[in-house]
């Protein structure tokens, strides 16, 4: 890792601890609103981030299943609830889409040798179903007259984030494991892309919370 992904990587925590402080600053206005649960969402993302930077800094060895078994699964899971059960409002998306999730990662509890192949498998999957509650939001989004007042609109805000780092993050991890000698260069840069387009995100998070105003 070069001196400025490490500095990026770094940046990343602080910007999801700062997500963190502005979502419990922010907790009273949002508490009677489904949007407390986005900020229990920013805070635990900061705290598992946080364990996996520190926590894990004597077991690297298990760090990979920590994120691929526990974060990874959390993160995707929440963002079908936050889209298909609450802005999209329909349940059954949201137990369908969960399933296939998770029944794309069940192989890598039998075939772990072969975990990273399998990984990119379940992500790529996850990804997609995400891509299409982005599709529909992002319909729901022009049909709506709310388009007019976009910058109160705090679902623009996370759509544009979620499309920004899953979309654009994807190959590195869907097609990761084809890099070869000849392509390592590519991969290696990619990092730089990765924790550019995450610290994105996450400010894109942190204007929804400042900027959108919740209506449920």
Do not use: C
């Not at 997500?19 to 635990?44: E, P, R």
């Amino acid at each position: 890792m070069t001196t400025f992904q490490a500095i990026l990587s770094s940046s990343s925590l602080y910007i999801e601890f700062l997500s963190a402080v502005i979502a419990i600053l922010k907790y009273n206005k949002i508490k009677n609103t489904y949007w407390k649960w986005f900020a229990y969402y920013l805070i635990t993302i900061f705290l598992l981030e946080l364990n996996g930077k520190y926590g894990f800094a004597n077991f690297l060895q298990y760090k990979k299943f920590y994120y691929d078994f526990f974060v990874i699964p959390f993160q995707f899971i929440f963002l079908y609830w936050l889209y298909a059960y609450q802005s999209l409002k329909n349940k059954k998306i949201f137990y369908i889409f969960s399933i296939i999730y998770l029944l794309s990662t069940i192989p890598h509890f039998y075939y772990l040798e072969k975990m990273r192949n399998l990984n990119s498998l379940s992500y790529t999957i996850g990804v997609f179903l995400l891509m299409i509650l982005i599709y529909f939001e992002f319909i729901k989004q022009i049909k709506s007259d709310n388009i007019i007042n976009f910058k109160e609109n705090r679902m623009f805000y996370i759509n544009l984030g979620v499309i920004i780092f899953y979309v654009g993050t994807l190959p590195f991890f869907a097609f990761g494991i084809y890099s070869s000698k000849s392509t390592i260069y590519i991969w290696k840069n990619y990092i730089t892309v990765f924790y550019i387009l995450l610290n994105l995100m996450y400010l894109l998070f942190i204007a929804s919370l400042l900027w959108g105003k919740p209506k449920s």
